[in-house]
């Protein structure tokens, strides 16, 4: 397993940006298909923004399409999502995965249990 550390987030007005990233830790990162999440108070875990191995392919859920990007940076062991015109339903921990990925470097994957690794999250709050 790869260990992930998520920073970047904090408050921020509607409308403004942050930029969180996800740092791995060993030398086999780029053998990962990556994901984030987000987790609000009294609700379910879900998907956000998920890339392939190979980061050709990325997959993002309907409310951040248009506003995040997901990246992949293997020679930092780093993935990234920025996030442009915040909006209060935004406002979640949000959290990065890693999966495995031996033979299909294009596959996504939008499911948590998909994901072997887990970082531990960073809060991101939007106020209105």
């Known amino acids: 397993q790869v260990q992930l550390v998520e920073s970047g987030g904090g408050l921020v007005q509607a409308g403004g940006s942050l930029r969180l990233s996800c740092a791995g830790s060993?030398?086999?990162?780029?053998?990962?298909?990556m994901g984030w999440f987000r987790q609000a108070p009294g609700t379910e875990r879900e998907f956000v923004a998920v890339?392939?191995?190979?980061?050709?392919?990325?997959y993002y859920r309907d409310s951040v399409k248009g506003r995040f990007t997901i990246s992949r940076d293997n020679a930092k062991n780093t993935m990234y999502l920025q996030m442009n015109n915040l909006k209060p339903e935004d406002t979640a921990v949000y959290y990065c995965?890693?999966?495995?990925?031996?033979?299909?470097?294009?596959?996504?994957?939008?499911?948590?249990?998909?994901?072997?690794?887990w970082g531990r999250g960073t809060q991101v709050t939007v106020s209105s």
């Open positions: 995965a890693a999966r495995i990925s031996y033979t299909t470097d294009s596959a996504v994957y939008t499911g948590m249990n998909a994901y072997d690794s």
């Open positions: 890339m392939s191995r190979s980061g050709d392919r990325t």
């Open positions: 060993g030398r086999t990162f780029s053998s990962y298909a």
